[in-house]
C-alpha cells in the first residue's frame, strides 16, 4: 500500500522558517516526481513546487521561488520542503504527492498524495 506521509507543519510568525517532511513508502518513487501543493482555507489548492526524485531537479511556482527550496534524502525515502521568509499567505494546508512525470503543475497530474499537513504564519 502506497503511503505518502507529511510531518513538520505547526504555527511560525511572519519572516520564519518551517521545514515539512513527505515520508514515501509502499513502492519506490525513484522513477517519479514528487510535487508539493498547498490549500489555503475558501481557495483552490495550488503547486507549490516539486523535484525529479532521480536528478534532485526542482522546479517552483513563482510565488515561493527564492524562498522555499524542496530536496530529497534517497536513504530515507524522504522529501523536504525547506521555506523560509514565510509570509501570512503561505497559511495552508500542505500536500505531497507523486507523478510520474516532473515539472507538472497540475494536481490531476498526480497519482498519489499525503494527509496534509497545516502551516500558519502568525503576523
Known amino acids: 500500500q502506497v503511503q505518502l506521509v507529511e510531518s513538520g507543519g505547526g504555527l511560525v510568525q511572519v519572516g520564519g522558517s518551517l521545514r515539512l517532511s513527505c515520508a514515501a513508502s509502499g513502492r519506490t518513487f525513484r522513477s517519479y516526481a514528487m510535487g508539493w501543493f498547498r490549500q489555503a482555507p475558501g481557495k483552490e489548492r495550488e503547486f507549490v513546487g516539486t523535484?525529479?526524485?532521480?536528478?534532485?531537479?526542482?522546479y517552483y511556482a513563482d510565488s515561493v521561488k527564492g524562498r522555499f527550496t524542496i530536496s530529497r534524502d534517497n536513504a530515507k525515502n524522504t522529501v523536504y520542503l525547506q521555506m523560509n521568509s514565510l509570509k501570512p499567505e503561505d497559511t495552508a494546508v500542505y500536500y505531497c504527492?507523486?507523478?510520474?512525470?516532473?515539472?507538472?503543475?497540475?494536481?490531476?497530474?498526480?497519482?498519489?498524495w499525503g494527509q496534509g499537513t497545516q502551516v500558519t504564519v502568525s503576523s
Open positions: 523535484i525529479k526524485w532521480s536528478s534532485g531537479r526542482t
Open positions: 504527492a507523486g507523478a510520474s512525470s516532473f515539472a507538472v503543475t497540475s494536481e490531476a497530474e498526480y497519482d498519489y
